[in-house]
């Protein structure tokens, strides 16, 4: 298992910007995948974006490609999430998840973190 703590979020205008970081615990981080994820509520989780464990790839939703930018550094426990030119539609809590690179198990949810983008 791993423990996540995401922190970072907050209150933005449109067109700004946040980076958001989850760190990690155990010794299991630099093997696992990594991914964010947005919940606004009473809607469903959506992934946002994957990095795989060495971060050698990344994937995005269509929505945020080009605005939005994951990466990892290994030596710190710790993934990021920079989010630029944001919209007020991006408002959401933010979710980082570890999950076994091979197998795709979930091994850990952070907490959540609150972004906020005023119009």
């Known amino acids: 298992q791993v423990q996540l703590v995401e922190s970072g979020g907050g209150l933005v205008q449109a067109g700004g910007s946040l980076r958001l970081s989850c760190a990690a615990s155990g010794r299991t981080f630099s093997m696992a995948a990594m991914r964010w994820y947005r919940q606004v509520r009473g809607k469903e989780r959506e992934l946002v974006a994957h990095?795989?464990?060495?971060?050698?790839?990344?994937n995005y939703a269509d929505s945020m490609k080009g605005r939005f930018t994951i990466s990892r550094d290994n030596g710190k426990n710790t993934v990021y999430l920079q989010m630029n030119s944001l919209k007020p539609e991006d408002t959401a809590v933010y979710y980082c998840?570890?999950?076994?690179?091979?197998?795709?198990?979930?091994?850990?949810w952070g907490q959540g973190t609150q972004v906020t983008v005023s119009s």
């Open positions: 998840n570890a999950r076994n690179t091979y197998t795709g198990r979930d091994l850990g």
């Open positions: 990095i795989t464990s060495t971060g050698g790839s990344t």
